[in-house]
T-cell receptor, first 112, second 115 residues
Framework: GQNIDQPTEMTATEGAIVQINCTYQ??????LFWYQQHAGEAPTFLSY????GLEEKGRFSSFLSRSKGYSYLLLKELQMKDSASYLC?????????????FGRGTQLTVWP | GAGVSQSPRYKVAKRGQDVALRCDPI?????LFWYQQALGQGPEFLTY????????KSGLPSDRFFAERPEGSVSTLKIQRTQQEDSAVYLC?????????????FGPGTRLTVL
């Protein structure tokens, strides 16, 4: 089975840094994805990690530890527009190749 | 357009009605996926196409759900005899290749409400 766990809600203030954690236990692993989803809109791709370590992309960074089944998304210099749900997803492999297994999402609220 | 489009954006159906949801993937994308997203939850996989071939339909919740992609581009998800538990947002996604590591690009979804 697949188990992907992330906090339900987080809050932070404008200009701050926030780290959203994701832990996973899956029968297969083909990389970890982070998506951003504003209310009523499509999930949009943020990052992909398949090897251990940190990937930095502007204000957003994503980290993966495969041995620990752990990832985090780091958002720096928070802006009001960063208020959204952040979805952690694991890619399947073998018979589940192509599938994404999503966590329930972390609703981030950024206050002025 | 440049992105994945879905229609209708909103659909209200009476219990027992059949509905058809359409997805137009990004042109040239080989793979197409359908997901179901209940309120406050992450998307749940329904089915996956590689061109016109349906490679995985194990996520479809019942035999009332049927998906097709006859010419390898546009896809339709059909739900027969809708039930209240079918109320959700149905998301379509496409990816360029079929390697499993390719980024999936999502459409805005169809919000289905079954009364």
């Amino acid at each position: 089975g697949q188990n992907i766990d992330q906090p339900t809600e987080m809050t932070a203030t404008e200009g701050a840094i926030v780290q959203i954690n994701c832990t996973y236990q899956t029968s297969g692993f083909n990389g970890l994805f982070w998506y951003q989803q504003h209310a009523g809109e499509a999930p949009t791709f943020l990052s992909y990690n398949v090897l251990d370590g940190l990937e930095e992309k502007g204000r957003f960074s994503s980290f993966l530890s495969r041995s620990k089944g752990y990832s985090y998304l780091l958002l720096k210099e928070l802006q009001m527009k960063d208020s959204a749900s952040y979805l952690c997803a694991v890619g399947g492999r073998g018979s589940t190749l192509g599938r994404l297994y999503f966590g329930r999402g972390t609703q981030l609220t950024v206050w002025p | 357009g440049a992105g994945v489009s879905q229609s209708p954006r909103y659909k209200v159906a009476k219990r027992g009605q059949d509905v058809a949801l359409r997805c137009d993937p990004i042109s040239g994308h080989v793979s197409l996926f359908w997901y179901q997203q209940a309120l406050g939850q992450g998307p749940e996989f329904l089915t996956y196409f590689q061109n016109e071939a349906q490679l995985d339909k194990s996520g479809l919740p019942s035999d009332r759900f049927f998906a097709e992609r006859p010419e390898g581009s546009v896809s339709t998800l059909k739900i027969q005899r809708t039930q209240q538990e079918d109320s959700a947002v149905y998301l379509c996604a496409s990816s360029l290749e079929d390697r499993g590591t390719d980024t999936q690009y999502f459409g805005p979804g169809t919000r289905l409400t079954v009364l």
